[in-house]
């Protein structure tokens, strides 16, 4: 391209009435080098435009940040003896004050045993299980003394 | 999905180009991208049944990104106010910090409005048709060329004065 021709396009050029293929052209003659002087101040301009073009989105995500740990440590113990300090002054509610449920009074009546045989073979169970239970007790006293006795010996 | 992640990783670059022409901060470009795609993703059926994903997802990405820009500019306005007056952001320090010519015309690109610095990245770094950009921005194609001519004719005003060209 001729300066001439530069100078005519560059008209063009600012006047907005330049095609994408001249503007390309007027890019590649002020990108070339061999720049008529006249011209020459225009070439950073073009210049510009082509570094501008060659911008990509950078490919590496930013480091996600810090979460400042010091400082959540500072806040959470700080939140924990809030919490103890609250427990600890809380008055202990009285037992009287819990909400208890009321036992529902039992009819023994029902339970009482009114035939002869019946009570008869009731209290013989109940005596034989009290001799029993009360025969274990004094058997195991007896052999741990016995163990112990061995231990010793 | 196959054909959403397709679609997400063909115009993921766009959409952050886009983000960070209208936010000018890399990190939030990142969130506006990041907003989009999961707000696409919940309509990933809508979108797959749209004649040109692609616009749809420009378009969503161009308002996620002014609103991100205003409530920005709301936070910002509230902080200068208190913190005082700021410094004129032309002033020769602030130009002699950008010294290099790419940086300055960035910021000169940066001083025009929204609308004409959208249209302007969608022709000049995209490379659309007036038609793509008319559907990305909702403008009508004639509004598309009125803004790009004004965008580039401002551009070189801009430049004049900063002695770039």
Redesign the interface.
């Known amino acids: 391209m001729t300066s001439a021709q530069a100078s005519a396009l560059l008209d063009r ?5 330049s095609t ?1 293929a001249e ?2 052209q007027l890019r590649h003659y002020f990108c070339a080098g061999d720049v008529d002087p006249d011209l020459a ?2 070439a ?2 073009f ?3 082509t ?3 060659d ?4 490919r590496k995500s ?1 480091p996600a940040r810090r979460l400042p740990l010091r400082w959540l440590a500072a806040v959470a113990v700080a939140l924990a003896l809030v919490l103890v300090a609250n427990g600890w002054q809380r008055p202990t509610q009285p037992l009287s004050a819990f909400p208890i449920a009321e036992a529902k009074p039992v009819d023994w009546s029902k339970y009482e045993i009114t035939d002869q045989k019946e009570a008869y073979r009731v209290l013989r169970a109940a005596l034989k299980t009290a001799s029993t239970e009360l025969n274990r007790g004094p058997r195991i006293t007896v052999r741990e003394l016995r163990q112990a006795t061995e231990a010793l010996r | 999905m196959d054909h959403f992640t397709h679609l997400i990783h063909s115009v993921r670059d766009r959409l952050y180009r886009l983000a960070l022409r209208v936010v000018n901060d890399a990190d939030e470009a990142q969130d506006v991208v990041q907003d989009v795609l999961v707000k696409s993703w919940n309509k990933r059926e809508e979108i797959a049944r749209l004649d040109n994903p692609p616009a749809w997802l420009m378009r969503m990405t161009q308002h996620q990104a002014i609103d991100r820009l205003r409530a920005g500019q709301v936070r910002s306005a509230r902080e200068r106010e208190a913190a005082g007056p700021d410094l004129d952001p032309r002033t020769p320090y602030r130009l002699a910090a950008s010294s290099d010519s790419l940086s300055h015309i960035h910021r000169i690109i940066q001083q025009l409005p929204t609308d004409q610095r959208t249209v302007l990245h969608l022709r000049e770094v995209e490379g659309m048709e007036y038609r793509e950009i008319a559907e990305v921005t909702r403008l009508s194609p004639e509004q598309v060329k009125v803004y790009l001519h004004r965008g580039r004719t401002r551009l070189r005003t801009l430049l004049r004065q900063e002695n770039i060209a």
Do not use: D
Request: no cysteine; proline share 9%.
């Open positions: 050029y600012f006047a907005g009435e994408l503007e390309a101040h225009y950073p301009l210049a510009y435009w570094a501008a073009s911008v990509t989105a950078p930013r």
